[in-house]
């Protein structure tokens, strides 16, 4: 029981860890254009991968993975993500 607990945790703590990767990279994206145009929900289109690597601090537990993000320039976003952690993917 303590492992699923863990595991828990674990998706928790990622789920947070990729919102705010997320949120990072949209700000930046629009920080560093420095054209007349604004970044709006139309200029955000079409799919954005990036990978994960790092250590579950409660558990110590390595873990990788890879996220593919897609915008459909209407403000709608869908997500696909698989991670393995301590080298074991997860069960369901």
């Known amino acids: 029981m303590e492992t699923k607990?863990?595991?828990?945790?674990?998706?928790?703590l990622l789920c947070i860890g990729?919102?705010?990767?997320?949120?990072?990279a949209t700000a930046q994206t629009?920080?560093?254009?420095?054209?007349?145009?604004?970044?709006?929900?139309?200029t955000l289109k079409g799919s954005y991968g990036f990978l994960l690597d790092g250590t579950d601090l409660a558990?110590?537990?390595?873990?990788r993975g890879v996220v593919i993000?897609?915008?459909?320039g209407n403000g709608?976003?869908?997500?696909?993500d698989r991670v393995v952690f301590n080298g074991t993917p997860p069960t369901s």
């Open 5 to 12: 607990s863990r595991r828990s945790r674990t998706r928790v």
């Open 18 to 24: 990729l919102l705010a990767i997320g949120v990072t």
């Open 30 to 42: 629009a920080a560093s254009d420095q054209s007349s145009h604004r970044c709006s929900n139309r």
């Open 59 to 63: 558990s110590g537990f390595p873990f």
């Open 69 to 72: 993000q897609t915008y459909n």
């Open 76 to 80: 709608s976003i869908t997500q696909v």
